[in-house]
């Protein structure tokens, strides 16, 4: 066979994607999850009216009401105390997992439970969740969604013995649905489930969630409404080079923001920790400076969907724009670190717009609104460190395409900000604590794109298919010499590959000639054994390697059959070191030439050195 031959043989069993037509059938799963979470949505935004209406006016309701409005006085303050003794009741007795703001909670259902999610957390967070904010908790819904849109998922998954892989891929897709039902907006819950859910870029999960996300928007229409959820007016489409200035400044305010808020609620979560009685009592007093919070500044209770709306309109004194920014921001830390249920996107898109509102007070004008939703987006970019997410969020909250530009600038420069001063973010911080360590980077993995041909070793001892036992015996002593070889090929005369052999196997053919028994060399090889291709990628070597549980494969041309080398793990390790290399050796590639007096010249840069294939290794 032709060397383009082969190649074109090579090319056609090899693809851009993995993705098999399984995938059919979990996107079909994906689009019946979108419209249970798009009910699921609806089903908690119904349970948050009710329980606040309950609460704060006494009153059987189910509409979506601030409660700022209530006549209780002082007696508010025991309001958010009470709400949170059931949560802690209910988070004792009934799960704990419902304690925290949903996404660490999915994450760690993802990374370490094998995505699964016990059905009674699908019950019991959504219902925590809104007698929390019903009680005043200032938190948001979209954490419980998520939540409990990824218990649902979760749990489909289950019920029809699906594999790991494909749980994860429903339970982020009802993840995702949930929050493109909660805020209308699909593509910002498709990017948060890529930057923070799914630890992959692939088809095989990308479809389903994304087809899980639109379902949930198009049923939003039916049972919800249509977006916008914070319609402003359109604001200019270039700002100018002073604009984009004070983008770059309010990124690096947001970025402090997010910094100070992560630290504030892990501080606080550090103060529980200490407290000498049992952490079902923690939430209730959190719920007692929610409560004399609340009484000081009622704007700061609840979701805040209103005032988040009030923001974007320009239409907050400035008093209320501090109180937002001082004491929802000192209630939230504390509720969030006491282990309560709630969101945190709805609370830091608030705190972000008060933050904007300052900022308006400072930098350029550029129109109503506009610096508290660039703070918003810059804020959730710094936050969470989901900067697309961010971005797109910002967009879909408001409709406002002319936005793209000073959010991308702005969240870009909160994102880099935290990632500098913070070596993790307030959602992996939680997970970190509890023992586990999560990376947030993606890249393509070094063994898919180096192959057997560049690490493979070429200097091996080879047996003569029909080599008698003192050829056999002097390989073993000069192997000994030189460095132990555990797996030999056995080679005809054309140095096709017969089989292999094992040292062990070998010395003890040795040791039984040596006594006087029989012994042949073709009765202990290896027939058709397990080979690697020059031309092959080292990442399908170590799916090979851990199919078959052997380490070490003799390598050969696919057309002749003829050995040219072996693999083991430890070349493998040899491409990880050629990767490290690649990434940390500094070199100069073009050198500068300077030009002297009287036409002489000098290079700048020193001379290259060709590499050898040893300092390769």
């Known amino acids: 066979m032709s060397t383009a031959a082969r190649k074109h043989d090579i090319a056609e069993d090899l693809g851009d994607f993995t993705a098999t037509p399984r995938l059919l059938l979990i996107a079909a799963f994906a689009m019946v999850i979108g419209v249970v979470s798009a009910y699921v949505a609806q089903a908690l935004l119904t349970l948050i009216g009710l329980f606040t209406n309950l609460f704060f006016f006494q009153r059987v309701s189910t509409a979506l009401v601030t409660p700022e409005g209530h006549t209780l006085g002082p007696l508010v303050i025991l309001v958010p105390v009470a709400g949170a003794l059931v949560i802690g009741v209910m988070a004792r007795y009934g799960s704990e997992r419902i304690r925290g703001h949903g996404i660490p909670e999915a994450i760690e259902a993802i990374l370490i439970n094998g995505s699964r999610v016990e059905p009674k957390v699908a019950l019991l967070k959504p219902l925590s969740s809104a007698i929390s904010i019903g009680s005043g908790g200032p938190f948001g819904a979209e954490g419980p969604i998520i939540m409990t849109g990824g218990a649902v998922g979760s749990l489909i998954a289950q019920f029809f013995h699906l594999t790991s892989t494909e749980r994860k891929t429903l339970l982020v897709a009802g993840a995702a649905a949930g929050m493109s039902a909660t805020f209308a907006a699909p ?33 939003r229409r039916y049972i919800i409404g249509l977006g916008p959820l914070f319609p402003v007016p359109a604001h200019p489409l270039f700002i100018g080079p002073a604009g984009l200035a004070g983008c770059v400044a309010a ?55 209103d005032v988040i709306g009030d923001l974007l309109q320009g239409d907050v ?72 997410t961010g971005v797109v969020f910002a967009i879909e909250l408001t409709h406002d395409l002319n936005m793209l530009l000073p959010l991308l600038v702005a969240v870009t420069v909160a994102h880099a900000f935290t990632v500098l001063l913070l070596r993790r ?10 023992g586990y ?76 000639a040596q006594g006087g028994g029989a012994a042949q060399l073709a009765g202990i090889v290896k027939a058709r054994p397990v080979v690697a291709h020059p031309d092959e990628s080292l990442r399908m070597v170590v799916y090979r390697m851990a199919e078959t549980g052997l380490t070490r494969f003799p390598v050969v041309e696919r057309d002749s059959g003829c050995l040219v080398g072996m693999i083991s793990l430890n070349d493998l390790l040899k491409a990880r070191s050629l990767n490290l290399d690649a990434e940390q050796r500094r070199e100069r590639v073009l050198g500068a030439h300077i030009a002297l007096p009287f036409g002489a010249r000098r290079s700048t840069a020193p001379p290259v050195r060709p590499r050898s294939p040893a300092d390769a290794s």
Request: hydrophobic letters at 50%; glycine letters at 10%; zero cysteines.
């Open 187 to 219: 593509l910002a819950a498709i990017l948060l489930a890529v930057e923070l859910l799914l630890f992959e870029w692939k088809p095989r999960s990308l479809v389903p969630v994304a087809l899980a996300s639109a379902t949930a928007a198009a049923m």
């Open 251 to 305: 990124g690096l305010l947001a970025g402090a923001l997010s910094a100070l808020l992560t630290q504030a609620v892990y501080a606080a979560e550090d103060a529980f920790q200490r407290l000498p009685f049992h952490w079902m009592w923690w939430p209730a007093l959190g719920g007692l400076v929610i409560g004399v919070g609340g009484w000081m500044f009622p704007q700061a209770l609840g979701v805040g969907y």
């Open 317 to 388: 004194p400035g008093r209320v724009i501090l109180g937002v920014l001082v004491v929802k921001s000192l209630i939230w830390s504390v509720s969030l670190g006491s282990g309560t249920s709630g969101g945190v996107l709805a609370p830091l898109l608030m705190m972000g717009g008060a933050l904007g509102g300052v900022e308006a007070w400072l930098l350029p004008a550029e129109g109503v609104g506009f610096w508290p939703l660039v703070s918003m987006g810059a804020i959730l970019g710094g936050t969470m460190r989901s900067p697309l």
């Open 425 to 434: 973010s307030i959602l992996t911080e939680k997970i970190a604590r509890r």
């Open 437 to 512: 360590h999560v990376s947030r980077e993606y890249s393509i993995d070094p063994l898919e794109i180096l192959f057997v041909r560049e690490v493979m070793r070429t200097s091996i001892a080879a047996l003569p298919s029909e080599a008698p036992i003192d050829v056999l015996h002097g390989s073993l002593r000069h192997d000994a010499a030189r460095g132990r070889q555990h797996l030999y090929p056995v080679i005809r005369d054309n140095r096709e590959l017969a089989g292999v052999v094992t040292r062990r196997d070998l010395q003890t053919l040795v040791d039984r």
